[in-house]
């Protein structure tokens, strides 16, 4: 009894994280900046996703997502990062101190939380920018930015529309 009580038990455990990853959107796309908002230096006018889209109950490496950014001046950035998986760089320049960069990218119920974090030589912040992307009832991507410099924040919330 108690043996197939936990394979009850395994089987609605998997079940569970299979749901679980059915409620954590695919952000897959090409999206523009709905017209109501405006784009700016934090604030990009279109972005194009690419999101692996895995099944919890299959082991293999983490998913990915990239996402490129087109701002108003035209300047694209591109990156990829692991979902669930922390990462770091240090970045700097010619004539610039190089600087520690912290990066995740996590899953917060069916919202997808990037967190960068650029920090001194001694490990103390200096910037945070943080966004928190999700799905609206209208099928818009809603960002929620963070902008942490020193003890001054600035939150906005603006919302991407697909291009289909």
């Known amino acids: 009894m108690r043996k197939s009580a936990l394979a ?3 089987i609605l455990a998997l079940g569970g994280v299979g749901i679980a990853a059915q409620n954590q959107p695919n952000f897959s ?3 523009v900046l709905d017209r109501e908002f405006q784009p700016s230096a934090t604030v990009p006018r279109a972005l194009s996703v690419q999101q692996e889209v895995k099944t919890a109950n299959v082991p293999s490496p983490p998913a990915s997502i990239s996402v490129e950014r087109q701002f108003a ?3 694209q950035l591109r990156y990829t990062d692991y979902i669930g998986v ?3 760089v240090v970045g700097g320049g010619p004539g610039v101190t190089p600087r520690p960069v912290n990066r995740s990218v996590r899953w917060e119920g069916a919202a997808l939380r990037f967190e960068r974090t650029e920090l001194t030589a ?3 912040v200096v910037r945070r920018t943080t966004e928190v992307w999700r799905l609206d009832d209208r099928d818009r991507l809603v960002i929620t930015i963070e902008n942490q410099e020193g003890n001054t ?3 906005r919330t603006v ?3 697909e291009v289909r």
């Open 122 to 124: 001694l490990g103390e």
């Open 73 to 75: 001046d035209r300047v």
């Open 153 to 155: 924040v600035d939150t």
């Open 159 to 161: 919302a991407f529309r």
């Open 8 to 10: 009850v038990g395994f």
């Open 86 to 88: 922390p990462g770091g």
């Open 29 to 31: 796309g090409n999206w």
